[in-house]
């Protein structure tokens, strides 16, 4: 089963700082509610796990992400998950084009174009849901992104720090603590949406 | 012999053919006393869970085994490798194909067997499936089977890429199975070119799956001190299974001993024989202990025996009073990865050229073209005397098209199109003799049950007020009982059957057959036949099935030969009884053979009745050194019976739905069922098997169907998805009868399980189809569910108020 998810998201800092960050995997994946690299093979591909609950199963993929097209010009970067879920039982593919485009006063949108592929169980049981659960998990990655970018903006606006060696690395701490799924919000988020699904008219 | 009251007595104490007697087997089902595979509990026994492919198409990179062998419990995990070097990888199929028993190069569907965790219970043994870690690179998927060809198609089967034909002729394309024909073409072309109308449709008959409540599993033990193998299996033909498991394992087939045991229903799920069954038997072989493999319902609904996938188009020709000239129909069967669904060497697409059904068609051509797709193999399953439903479909659809195109009623052309009563026995055009047959009658009955002329003219009322009313009519003629071992094998082996009996001292006795009950009343049926035969009651007459030990060989339950041919071989062994049992009596009652007479449980002596032996006494004199010079003791018989000519059970089913424009629901009012299954055994047990295969084809009409993604992913494969019907949706059933006797069966039956299923289908199609028939609309693809019937109200513009 392919989902097609095509999204912009403002962002709160200038198109350079978005792009910094941007290119830094382990950053990105730390917005990503669940998601995790755990193994840096080389120069653009990671190793990584995410965790996720579609329906009524928790499921644990395991795979690797391969960064490619890196388009400076452009801001533009292209990554390719791939993984199978720790059971066995459910596969996963992603093909997504990221770009930063710069946006009135000297900030920019986040623009995300991606091919998201299920196989498995993922697919027969989590099918229904996936598009709604897809958007919850994307809407808390875009803020944790803007959180993120924002901070770096600051820490960039900040007089140097004696030694400078704050400056390589975006500050990863924030997104810990938002790297858990909050379930309980996501299952009402879910449950309004599909309410909201049951009484808008249905396009055949 | 005129029938006294104490005749009818007698008769009446056999319990014989006729009485709607209870069910034997029911007592043990009621109690909870039944003994199913999963009820095997063997001293050591160990458990197997199959890890499954998640993708529909992939390479295997790796297996890595490490931390499923960590799993506390785990004893083994079998891969492809493992198989090799028996040479169990790659088994034969019932279709001519060789199927994959673990993947180890390729998986070509989804849920596909790629290793089996042996482990000390069952949920160490899930829970090492799930610590395999496979690698797989997916590929891409064909499911659509009009894609299966195209030139650029992906090869689905790598192993036979090279082969020019695969068991049935020449194939064109790696994905190409065969292509089967039948008829006569040019002379069918002819009649088309020239004819007063003619009317073409596309008709599907989806995937669907019959979902027997108990699922496949079985229970595998060798002995490596002995040697010899014991399998515990559903199966509803085990001496086919122990063949081909002689024939894989090497085994001598004397070594090897199948027991069927009760089964949970089996509607052509349990024919073949899956990849399962056959690790657990190889992982017995090597541990030497027992090894019980269970599928799960997901399994069940993905992987073992589906139903159809037949995409047909039906074009009739006709003159311009409806007269059916010519019939030409083909289909594109989607046979899934591998060609396992059952057929005969001769028949790769079954019986389907019995699709000109109860008409007299002059001249007829059929084509199927079979292929190869991402998605579980199968094909033949669901109440369905290979491929029956399919030809009865497009038959019953297609008459109905034709009327509307002439505006003749649905009931009227059909009566034009009837083979006439005297023209029994008649060789349709595509060359099956329909060995009898009255189909005018059962029709008229059927139409003045439930006053057809009444219903038309409430539908033309309703129609006036803008409502949807449809009556379906289906007469179908259907064809079971394979058969004659002249026109039907299975690997070889004809499709014969066969009935031991033996008659006790005491006068009760036991006999042995080679069907398989998966729940039909064999243990009630048969005895009856025999009890009636030999003038035993039913009561004393064990019937014992499905242990190959015990058994003669016989090709098993399925496509309703039971009755035709295993019970054809009760009445002619019982008859071989009587024979001798005829010698004896003229031997105790000092007289000629010929003077003696039958009646109901005795020989007597004709002109003078009190001189008598009953079956009884025989039995017993049988046993003792009373008897004529040179005859041995003992009462019992063998018969291996090949039936001359399959037969052919017809019916007439009316049914009337009311259809909501604005919902798309559908309700079913009535549903009006006459069959004719030729002598009637049992009434009551007919009647339930008439309720069931009706209730199923109402599954089927109204709800069942596997979709797929354009991965391959199976969407439909847990209760959540796969429609069930229950009490609750199930409608009324009314049924009825008429009986013609088969006039080449020893008792004149002719079998009736399928009937309703192959029957009931169009006649629901054709149903909703007609409450759209005034608007223009000539067919509706199954499953007519509310949402799709609401987007034919759509379509239409009459979904609103």
Redesign the interface.
Known sequence: ??VQIDKRYPLPCSPEIAWEFLQNIESVAGCMPGAKITERIDAGRYKGTVTTKVGPATMSFRGEVEMTEVDASARSLRLLGKG????????A?MNLTARIEPAEAGLCTLVGVSEL?????????G?RMMSTVGDQILKQFADNFAAQVSALQALRAAPAAPGGAANSAPAAAPAAAARQLNLLALAWTIFKDWLRGLFSKRA? | MTATKETLEREAKLNGVGVSRLRKEDARFIRGKGTYVDDIKLPGMLFGAI??????HARIKSIDKTKALAVPGVVAVLVADDLKPVKLDWMPTLGGDVQAVLAGEKVCF??QEVAMVIARDRYSAADG??????D?E?LPAIVDPHKAMAADAPIIREDIAGKDEVGHGKRTHPNHIFTWEAGDKAGTDAVFASAAVTVREEILNPRVHPCPLETCGCVASFDKVTGQLTVYITSQAPHLVRTVVAMLSGIPESKIRIIGGDIGGGFGNKVPIYPGYVIAIVASIVTGVPIKWIESRIDNISTTGFARDYHGIGELAADKDGRIKALRFSALADHGAFNSHVSATKLPAGLFSICTGSYDIPMSYCRVDAVYTNKAPGGVAYRCSLRVTEAVYLIERMIDVLAQKLGLDKAEIRRRNFIKADKFPYTTSFGWTIDSGNYHAALDKVLKAVDYAGLRKEQAEKRTKGELMGIGVCTFTEIVGAGPTKVCDILGIGLFDSCDIRVNPTGSAIARLGTMSQGQGHATTYAQIIATELGLSSDEIQIEEGDTDKAPYGAGTWGSRSTPVGGAAAAMAARKIRAKAQKIAAHLLEVGEGDLEWEVDRYKVKGNPAQSKTMKEIAMAAHTSNLPPGMEQGLDATEYYDPPNLTYPFGAYVCVVDIDRLTGETKVRRFYALDDCGTRINPMIIEGQIHGGLTEAFAVAFGQAIPF???G??????F?DYFLPTAVETPHWETDHTVTPSPHHPIGAKGVAESPHVGGIPCFSNAVVDAFAHLGVTHMDMPHTA?RV??QC?ALGIDTR
Not at chain 1, 84 to 91: C, E, F, V, Y
Not at chain 1, 117 to 125: D, I
Not at chain 2, 51 to 56: E, F, L, Q
């Open positions: 089963m392919k199978t879920d720790t059971t066995g039982s459910s596969g593919s592929s299920m196989s498995g169980k993922a697919a027969a049981f099918g055949a | 890890v499954r492919s998640p993708y529909a989804q849920l499936a799930d610590m395999v870690e496979v797989y997916e993604d354009e991965n992913n199976h969407l439909g494969n847990s959540m949402f609401w987007q759509k």
